[in-house]
């Protein structure tokens, strides 16, 4: 083999790999993941969505310990750009004042935001809202948006305030600034 067809296949795979390294996730398909806890055994549910567009996973705390656990559950949904083009600026404030129309003492914590390649990622803390079962006052919502190349992904959580600690805020805020997309 000639020395310049060894050199043009050595272009040629170092093009792809530096390329590989830059795909984009295939519309519909993307999607981000979160390691949760290792100390806790998470069963996965789909959530049923009408559209093709949304998709959503709920994770729930199972086994004997379960309700001891400060988080007892972590939703995650996925909205492509396809059909909903929706941005993570703004969300926080938006779901601010849907929380105010139950609790209006909520209030707004944006605990990091940053914007990578034009895409935005925001994590941010709703205080004196209230859980599922609970009274204004009675949880922590911590939410992260981030914004992927096709889709807008969300993780939420509720931390309840008689399971609030900083330990266990700041546990799940670096969880959710851990998450990545793929």
Same mark, same amino acid.
């Given at each position: 083999?000639?020395?310049? @067809?060894?050199?043009?296949?050595?272009?040629?795979?170092?093009?792809?790999? $530096?390329?590989? &390294?830059? =795909?984009?996730?295939?519309?519909?398909?993307?999607?981000?993941?979160?390691?949760?806890? +290792?100390?806790?055994? %998470?069963?996965?549910?789909?959530?049923?969505?009408?559209? !093709?567009?949304?998709?959503?996973?709920?994770? /729930?705390?199972? &086994?004997?310990?379960?309700?001891?656990?400060? *988080?007892?559950?972590?939703? *995650?949904?996925?909205?492509?750009?396809?059909?909903?083009?929706? @941005? =993570?600026?703004?969300?926080?404030?938006?779901?601010?004042?849907?929380?105010? /129309?139950?609790?209006?003492?909520?209030? #707004?914590?944006?605990?990091?935001?940053? *914007? *990578?390649? &034009? @895409? $935005?990622?925001?994590?941010?803390?709703? !205080?004196? $809202?209230?859980?599922?079962?609970?009274?204004?006052?009675? =949880?922590? #919502?911590?939410?992260?948006? +981030?914004? &992927?190349?096709? +889709?807008?992904?969300?993780?939420?959580? /509720?931390?309840?305030?008689?399971?609030? $600690?900083?330990?266990?805020?700041?546990? %799940?805020?670096?969880?959710?600034?851990?998450? @990545?997309?793929?």
């Amino acid at each position: 083999m000639s020395m310049c @067809r060894i050199i043009g296949y050595f272009i040629i795979v170092q093009l792809l790999s $530096t390329f590989h &390294g830059y =795909a984009q996730p295939t519309p519909g398909k993307e999607k981000i993941v979160i390691s949760l806890p +290792a100390e806790y055994r %998470w069963k996965s549910q789909n959530i049923p969505k009408d559209t !093709k567009g949304i998709r959503g996973t709920s994770y /729930a705390i199972r &086994g004997k310990d379960a309700q001891q656990a400060p *988080v007892q559950m972590v939703t *995650v949904t996925t909205i492509d750009k396809r059909y909903y083009p929706m @941005r =993570a600026e703004g969300s926080p404030q938006e779901k601010l004042e849907f929380e105010k /129309a139950g609790c209006p003492d909520a209030s #707004l914590d944006v605990v990091d935001k940053k *914007v *990578v390649e &034009g @895409r $935005t990622a925001i994590l941010y803390a709703i !205080k004196n $809202t209230k859980s599922a079962e609970g009274d204004c006052g009675s =949880a922590v #919502l911590l939410t992260y948006v +981030a914004e &992927g190349p096709t +889709a807008l992904h969300t993780i939420e959580l /509720a931390i309840p305030t008689s399971h609030f $600690t900083q330990d266990t805020y700041h546990q %799940w805020c670096d969880t959710l600034l851990q998450s @990545r997309i793929e």
